[in-house]
């Protein structure tokens, strides 16, 4: 079947332009984190939902990230203004419900900030 | 707060002997613990986790993982290493008493030479 898939897979913006990063989870699964990974670093969180709802966002580094997942499928992590530091590849995973299951990551979007 | 520490930023070992990357970590309660892998342009691949049960848990690719409560470790390991198992090796810890946050390791990149 069908695995995670994210969109675009790169993307260039320059300092202060807005950008929208697409994730399509596996149909049915309930749960859906956003993870950013620097060169060289594991991934960090940023947020979590279950279905649509946004139940942990501790770690979005500040108020220009936004993430939504409006009908508990596709979720769009959006950075307003982008910075330098947001230069780094967003990855998206879903898993089902039960909080000890595995995570399955998609390819990742590469961002990066001139 | 969770954290996990992977000491070692790369392993070396030649191909037919046992390889062991090491990961500890630190939660407030009960930690499920996972190990992913992350080949050259692919995206991160579940291998093995500790939910609860025995103590030595075994996953994909002839990987096993040992979790030990006193120690707070959970090293991976595999009898005989494959060239083919060179990559990028994260190890990660969850919350089990309700959290969401997973936290990842730095990775520790596998050298498995001929």
């Known amino acids: 079947g069908a695995g995670v898939s994210q969109s675009p897979r790169y993307k260039v913006a320059k300092r202060g332009q807005d950008v929208a990063l697409r994730c399509d989870p596996i149909?049915?699964?309930?749960?859906l984190f956003w993870y950013q990974q620097a060169l060289g670093q594991g991934p960090e969180f940023l947020t979590y939902f279950q279905n649509e709802a946004q139940l942990d966002k501790s770690g979005l580094p500040s108020d220009r990230f936004f993430a939504e997942r409006p009908e508990g499928s596709v979720s769009t992590l959006k950075i307003q203004r982008t910075q330098q530091e947001d230069s780094a590849v967003y990855l998206c995973?879903?898993?089902?419900?039960?909080?000890?299951?595995?995570?399955?990551f998609g390819p990742g979007t590469r961002l990066t900030v001139t | 707060a969770q954290s996990v520490a992977q000491p070692e930023d790369q392993v070396n070992v030649a191909e037919g002997n046992p390889l062991t990357v090491k990961c500890t970590y630190s939660?407030?309660?009960?930690?499920?613990l996972f190990w992913y892998v992350q080949y050259p342009n692919r995206g991160l691949q579940f291998l093995l986790k500790?939910?609860?049960?025995?103590?030595l848990v075994k996953g994909s690719y002839g990987f096993e993982a040992e979790f030990n409560k006193s120690q707070t470790s959970f090293h991976l390991k595999k009898p005989s290493a494959l060239v083919s198992d060179s990559a990028l090796y994260f190890c990660a810890v969850r919350d089990g008493t309700g959290g969401f946050k997973t936290i990842f390791g730095a990775g520790t990149r596998l050298f498995v030479k001929a």
């Open positions: 149909s049915g699964h309930v749960s």
């Open positions: 995973a879903s898993s089902p419900r039960q909080p000890s299951y595995e995570q399955y």
């Open positions: 500790y939910i609860t049960g025995d103590n």
């Open positions: 939660v407030s309660g009960n930690p499920y």
